[in-house]
């Protein structure tokens, strides 16, 4: 099953790209665990300088910015 | 006094802000020293945000998927230009690339920052991005 991370402490931003992650895996059927990450310490571990953050399958497909549902499900077809 | 950019992260926000980011060779000389002290007061103004040239070059995907995103600033104390060159490396051509030297800054081994060459190498830049 796919995993997906969403990164990001909490703000609008993150909410937003949480939201649109929610909507373009029910939009595309896949099947998939949604991770939210929140601690900016783990964030920050991960390498991650800028939230939101996306993750799929371990690897980071945007930073610093909160695609939106169609290209989120673009991400997913990849 | 905190920052922009100290302000945000005492907040426990990385979000991102503003359509910059500064990468600074870091290297071990005097100009190497001013080279980042500039990319801190520029990100502390608020101007952009201090990057992680190291992070680039260790070819961190996270660090190289952010770094596509957004308009680069390359700062390099010396002409051998080690922060520009990382970034062509990792194929994120720097839109903005300011050698400490090329301002008439002498490099030596002394590590010491003198507030007037960061100041220099400050306003090189901002001049550079408003042109």
Known sequence: MMKIEVLGTGCAKCKSLAKNVEKAVAEAGVEAEIVKVESLQEIMNRGVMMTPALFIDGEAVAVGRAPSVAEIKGMLKR | MLGKEDERKEEGCLCASGD????????????????????????????????????????????????????????????????????????????????????????????????????????????????
């Not at chain 2, 600074?24 to 103004?45: D, F, R, T, W």
């Not at chain 2, 070819?59 to 990382?86: S, Y």
């Not at chain 2, 062509?88 to 301002?103: E, I, M, R």
């Open chain 2, 20 to 131: 910059l980011l500064f990468l600074a060779c870091a290297g071990g000389s005097n100009v190497g020293q001013i080279s980042n002290q500039a990319a801190v007061e520029l990100a502390k103004e608020g101007r952009g945000k201090l990057f992680c040239l190291a992070g680039i070059g260790a070819h961190i995907d996270a660090m190289i998927v952010a770094a596509r995103e957004i308009k680069l600033v390359a700062i390099d104390g010396c002409p051998v230009q080690c922060a520009k060159k990382i970034l062509d490396h990792a194929g994120l051509p720097a839109a903005l690339a300011v050698v400490v030297t090329d301002l008439g800054i002498e490099k030596s081994p002394r590590l010491e920052v003198e507030a007037a060459d960061c100041e220099r190498v400050v306003e090189r830049i901002k001049e550079g991005l408003r042109g």
